[in-house]
């Protein structure tokens, strides 16, 4: 459960993700400059040992052989978080949730960083609502479409963006406008 439920692992898998890339960890200590290499060298291994990372092959970096690592797919990463999840205590979860939101602030940094950022702006929608269960069949529908957008060949006008779904049980009822409404005319 604890594996991707921390931020190097996390940044080392979304760095290999852009792309189904291979990387060193040279490469992804030029990726990730904040990150000293002798750290990403030790949840390399954790995520190798997991199998959620493999070694992809050799590359020469600088008369050095380095390897070069690799996700086992898209598919299994998901699967990976998907089973962790599964069945996890209610506290697991909210730590992989907050770990989740932990790394989209450090990712909004970054592209706050950006110089692309001046032309790219971020677009945000949080609501709650009342879902039936045609409404849930149409978020697992937009959920499907995100996990298929990891695998696809990347198009050639394709830009980089980061694309994040979050949906859970709201905690408590909320009331209807007209409940609302009534609750004021008794003040």
């Not at 963006?161 to 709201?170: A, G, N, Q, S, Y």
């Amino acid at each position: 459960m604890n594996v991707l439920l921390h931020p190097v692992r996390l940044a080392i898998v979304q760095q290999l993700e852009i792309g189904m890339r291979q990387l060193s960890v040279a490469e992804l200590a030029t990726e990730l400059p904040e990150i000293p290499p002798a750290t990403l060298y030790r949840h390399i291994n954790t995520l190798v040992g997991h199998g959620i990372c493999l070694v992809a092959g050799r590359r020469k970096v600088h008369s050095v052989q380095e390897r070069v690592y690799a996700l086992r797919s898209p598919e299994s990463t998901l699967a990976h978080v998907d089973d962790s999840l599964h069945g996890a205590a209610s506290h697991e979860q909210f730590d992989a949730i907050a770990m989740f939101l932990a790394s989209l602030n450090r990712d909004l940094e970054a592209s706050k960083r950006s110089r692309r950022q001046r032309t790219r702006r971020p677009t945000y929608i949080s609501t709650v609502a009342h879902l039936t269960d045609e409404d849930h069949a149409e978020v697992k529908r937009i959920h499907a479409w995100i996990v298929a957008l990891r695998s696809r060949p990347v198009p050639p006008d394709a830009s980089l963006r980061l694309v994040t779904f979050m949906e859970f049980p709201f905690a408590r009822p909320i009331a209807s406008a007209g409940a609302t409404e009534r609750v004021r005319k008794r003040k």
